[in-house]
Nanobody
Framework: QVQLVESGGGLVQAGDSLRLSCAAS????????MGWFRQAPGKEREFVAA????????KYADSVKGRFTISRDNAKVTVYLQMNSLKPEDTAVYYC????????????????WGQGTQVTVSS
């Protein structure tokens, strides 16, 4: 069992930066691929970024590539999402999730989910 708790969301202006954190429970954190997803009002949950167990390999949605960076600290059992040059279209609830296999972008491929943190970007 893995419990995930996101933090770091908030209200910012376009062009600003935010760093989201996701703290995990359990001793098996380093064995999980970790991902970030987001869901805007009226839209389906979508993939944002993922990182492999050792943190060597990452994958990003085209919409955030070059602006967002995913990282993890297995000693702190935490995964991060650094978001730069934020745009109003980045407004959503952001979720972190854990998968037991390699880099995946499908919502259904992630087993554990956090409760989400709201990010609002004003223009």
């Amino acid at each position: 069992q893995v419990q995930l708790v996101e933090s770091g969301g908030g209200l910012v202006q376009a062009g600003d930066s935010l760093r989201l954190s996701c703290a995990a429970s359990g001793r098996t954190f380093s064995t999980w691929t970790m991902g970030w997803f987001r869901q805007a009002p009226g839209k389906e949950r979508e993939f944002v970024a993922a990182i492999t167990r050792g943190g060597v390999t990452t994958k990003y949605a085209d919409s955030v590539k070059g602006r967002f960076t995913i990282s993890r600290d297995n000693a702190k059992v935490t995964v991060y999402l650094q978001m730069n040059s934020l745009k109003p279209e980045d407004t959503a609830v952001y979720y972190c999730a854990a998968a037991s296999v390699g880099l995946r972008i499908g919502v259904h491929e992630y087993v554990y989910w956090g409760q989400g943190t709201q990010v609002t970007v004003s223009s």
